[in-house]
């Protein structure tokens, strides 16, 4: 019998031939590099004096394609921006910028951007990338264009941060502002928007109090499909920034995708120094890693103080502190809010159990080159014995005082640009 095959290898990752007319798929190992990097982002702009920002940013949190293992769905943030401070407000250098997914494909060590989900409200306009009116998710700042032109605060504004794409392919993104939580099916359109004061289903009313720019950092969903798990980067400023100075306490946000219940969890920063928290990512229903992190750029010189964490986290035997009132500042404590009670010994004096916290990686250790960034953003179990890590590249710009400068790494003086770097693992994960 002749046998007629037809070879086909797309991504190293699948073989497809043909026999007696039957197509059959046979799985390959996608061989994934120390660093993968994309190496040719296309310019977004140019700024006044000269600084090119490149259309990167995709690295504010990822996922994995289920069915595809070389595609990688990188997330931005509201887009590039430079703050001043002294009045608390922004210069936005492309007020038309619209938060967005980006497929990209692992080939070799590049990424290749292969298509763009740009995020839409309920009735398909574009979001951007302004903040909130009051009411509405504000954060107090005040938005200017690059010529400092003041801007208008928007509904539609979204500061995008975690990202968990679901089994039908569509994707749940939490954010900085409100914090919002909010549902996109496959094209970017809006099916649903969750926040402490929508109408409809709601967060609880305390996240509120979220820091600015320190909202809902990492979202997750848990393998059965069934639960949302967010967390926020910093702790609430409950009741205020002044009250919660030095406090370690971060809440974890549990929310069951079909009825909208909520529960609340405390998770313990490790220091008062961090950005802190940049990712939850599920390994189970119970277990999750969390990716924990200072801001600064790690050289050969400092690395040993750098702090650029992984830990393995467990909410079981953790006390759930929601507040079955859902008022402003959330349940309390001897007439203290969680944030108050700052560090673990007064938690436990308070009968509260934090969840348990394993440290599984360290950046500045656990790969074979420097790891460079200050933002490890987006995280992503590949098999239990590797993770990967994206970092976000602010466009390659920073700057502050409404002035924009490139954004180069300290060690080699290169613009900082989006990677995901391949992490393998001494201990299992399951």
């Known amino acids: 019998m002749k046998v007629k095959l037809m070879i086909a290898i797309f991504a190293g990752i699948s073989v497809m031939y043909s026999c007696n007319k039957e197509k059959v798929a046979i799985s390959e190992t996608v061989v994934y590099p120390a660093i993968a990097a994309d190496k040719h982002p296309k310019v977004l702009t140019t700024t006044p004096n000269g600084i090119t920002l490149n259309n990167g940013g995709y690295g504010s949190s990822m996922v994995q394609d289920p069915t595809d293992k070389a595609v990688f769905y990188l997330l931005t943030d509201r887009g590039p921006n430079v703050a001043e401070a002294a009045t608390n407000s922004i210069m936005i250098a492309t007020p038309g910028f619209v938060p967005q997914i980006g497929k990209f494909r692992l080939k070799g060590d590049s990424l290749t951007l292969e298509s763009v989900i740009l995020l839409k409200n309920s009735s398909g306009q574009n979001l951007n990338g302004l903040p909130n009116p009051v009411g509405a998710g504000s954060t107090g700042e005040s938005p200017f264009d690059i010529n400092n032109n003041p801007l208008s605060p928007s509904v539609d504004g979204l500061d995008s941060e975690g990202m968990a794409m679901a089994a039908d392919g569509s994707f749940w993104i939490s954010d900085e502002y409100g914090p919002h939580l909010i549902h996109f099916d496959k094209t970017g359109k809006t099916i649903e928007k969750i926040n402490p004061f929508s109408s409809g289903r709601k967060l609880p009313l305390v996240l509120a109090k979220r820091r600015p720019n320190r909202g809902m950092e990492g979202l997750t969903i848990t393998p059965d499909g069934k639960t949302l798990v967010g967390i926020m980067q910093f702790p609430l400023y409950n009741p205020s920034s002044a009250a919660v100075a030095n406090s370690l306490v971060i809440r974890i946000v549990t929310f069951d995708i079909t009825s909208g219940e909520t529960k609340q969890f405390v998770y313990m920063m490790d220091n008062t120094t961090l950005q802190a928290v940049s990712e939850i990512t599920a390994i189970d229903k119970n277990n999750f890693l969390v990716l924990e992190r200072d801001g600064l750029f790690a050289t050969e010189a400092n690395k040993a103080t750098v702090f650029k964490k992984i830990f393995k986290i467990s909410l079981t035997g953790a006390t759930d502190i929601s507040d079955a009132a859902n008022g402003v500042n959330g349940k309390l404590f001897g007439g203290k809010t969680v944030e108050e009670l700052k560090d673990a010994a007064t938690l436990t004096t308070n009968g509260i159990v934090p969840v348990t916290k394993t440290l599984i990686a360290d950046?500045?250790?656990?790969?074979?080159?420097?790891?460079?960034?200050?933002?490890?953003?987006?995280?992503?179990?590949?098999?239990?014995?590797?993770?990967?890590?994206?970092?976000?590249?602010?466009?390659?710009?920073?700057?502050?005082?409404?002035?924009?400068?490139?954004?180069?790494?300290?060690?080699?003086?290169?613009?900082?640009?989006?990677?995901?770097?391949?992490?393998?693992?001494?201990?299992?994960?399951?």
């Open 363 to 430: 950046l500045m250790k656990d790969i074979p080159t420097l790891y460079p960034h200050d933002k490890a953003e987006g995280m992503v179990i590949i098999n239990p014995t590797t993770i990967a890590v994206s970092n976000d590249d602010d466009f390659g710009i920073t700057g502050a005082n409404k002035v924009y400068q490139k954004k180069t790494l300290a060690g080699n003086g290169q613009v900082d640009r989006n990677g995901i770097y391949f992490i393998k693992l001494t201990t299992p994960l399951f």
